[in-house]
């Protein structure tokens, strides 16, 4: 595409969360100008962390826009993942790999991520507009989108594209007609960040069987460490490594697993949680949908958008497998089944190809490489 053809599609992008942000970003930084709207009023605050774990594939995918040098300067390295049966150790997955430009996964609270993207965006003369919600989107082959704008007047556009990253809800999704299939566990689970007097090791995430039940704990900062659990009393059971200074967030969340069959309908597209959801086990919804973005903004500029769908589905499968699997490994209730897990566990974990796969899994290799980023160093 020529630069001025470049400049006169008009692309539309529904949601300014990582996903949204992410594609802006990527069509930015090859001559586009889209446009990014957002019901919210603004960003999540700070203190509200959500996704933690940025893996080696999102620092590759958002190297060349600039943005994989700030997150690394202000993430954490995670040099290994543990699993205990109680106090048994039964597996440390290594996070760090011998090669690369990028060799461990990272932590980072993802409105930290979500405001560098954004400052980077900002660089491109583009900022995301806030209070402006997509209500629906019609006619997918020449898309018909009502908005509703900060004012609380509507209005209509015709984009050449609409990219639907408006999240779990997705509206762009529901209105364009795409089924979402799946299931929705019933198990809830609760989330607390606890920040405490003194710095604390943050060097590793683990997770710990109850027998039955888990409590995973995670790094946020220096002083700072999320616990996740499926256990209404987990407050009581944890083993604070220091004084609490405060509870800096703290929440419940349902998990489902669903996915859209297709990530296209004409000239809508979905990515990120719009398009497949999962359980947070493996840190890959933000990830996986960072990729997503990055490579429609790739086909789109290809000239390729009609493969994007059949590119993306393998990536969407795997992930939500490997996820929907260790999900309901964690969460067994049968004491048979959890100790046949936890002898099975040790012994496969000593495999050298299990070891390499679960590294993969880890740092989020294991999806297809981006062909536009050629050979990583
Ligand atoms: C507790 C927890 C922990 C997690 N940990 C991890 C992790 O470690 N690593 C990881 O990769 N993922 C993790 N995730 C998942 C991750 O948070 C999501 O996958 C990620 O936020 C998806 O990004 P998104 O941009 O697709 O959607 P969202 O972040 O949901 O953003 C959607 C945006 O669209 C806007 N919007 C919605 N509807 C409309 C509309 N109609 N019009 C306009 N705007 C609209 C919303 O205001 C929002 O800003 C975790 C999730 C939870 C709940």
């Known amino acids: 595409m020529t630069p001025a053809a470049k400049r006169d599609l008009s692309v539309l992008i529904v949601g300014a969360g990582p996903v949204g942000l992410t594609a802006a970003l990527e069509l930015a930084r090859r001559g586009y100008r889209p446009r990014i709207v957002d019901k919210a009023t603004g960003f999540a605050p700070e203190t509200e962390s959500r996704a933690l774990a940025v893996n080696v594939r999102t620092l590759e995918l958002l190297e060349p826009v600039g943005v994989s040098e700030k997150i690394v300067a202000e993430a954490r390295p995670i040099r290994e993942i543990r699993l205990y049966s109680r106090t048994r150790l039964l597996l440390r997955v290594e996070t760090v790999r011998a090669e690369g430009r990028y060799r461990s996964l990272h932590t980072l609270a993802q409105a930290r991520t979500e405001r560098l ?3 980077r965006l900002a660089e491109f003369g583009i900022a995301p507009e806030w209070q402006t919600e997509c209500l629906d989107v019609t006619e997918p082959d020449r898309p018909r989108v009502s908005l509703q704008l900060t004012d609380g007047s509507l209005t209509e556009m015709r984009p ?31 989330l607390a960040d606890f920040r405490y007097r003194k710095p604390v090791d943050i060097s590793h995430a683990e997770a710990r069987f109850q ?4 409590i995973a704990r995670f790094p946020v900062s220096p002083d ?13 059971r944890i083993d604070h490594p220091a004084a609490i200074a405060e509870t800096v967030w703290e929440s419940t969340f349902h998990v489902s697993f669903r996915h859209t069959e297709e990530m296209s309908k004409g000239k809508v597209f979905l990515a990120g949680d719009a398009a497949h959801i999962h359980s947070p086990v493996g840190g890959r919804g933000m990830n996986l949908g960072i990729e997503d973005a990055c490579w429609l903004a790739w086909l789109i500029d290809e000239g390729r958008t009609a493969e994007y769908s059949k590119l993306r589905a393998p990536a969407v499968r795997r992930v939500m497998a490997d996820t929907r699997q260790n999900t309901r490994m964690i969460l067994l209730k049968n004491p048979i089944l959890r ?10 974990a000593r495999l050298s190809w299990v070891r390499q796969e679960g590294l993969k899994g880890a740092l989020g290799l294991d999806t297809p490489a981006p062909p536009w980023l050629g050979p990583q160093a």
Do not use: M, W
Request: net charge negative; aromatic share 8%; no cysteine.
């Open 117 to 119: 993207l954004a400052a």
């Open 339 to 348: 100790a046949l897990r936890n002898a099975v566990v040790p012994a496969l």
């Open 224 to 236: 700072t460490l999320r616990y996740v659990s499926s256990l209404a009393d987990y407050k009581e």
């Open 160 to 190: 050449d594209i609409v990219i639907g990253t408006d999240g779990a809800h997705s509206a762009v999704r529901k209105s364009a007609g795409f089924a979402f299939p799946g299931e929705a566990l019933s198990q809830i689970f609760h």
């Open 211 to 214: 027998e039955p039940g888990v």
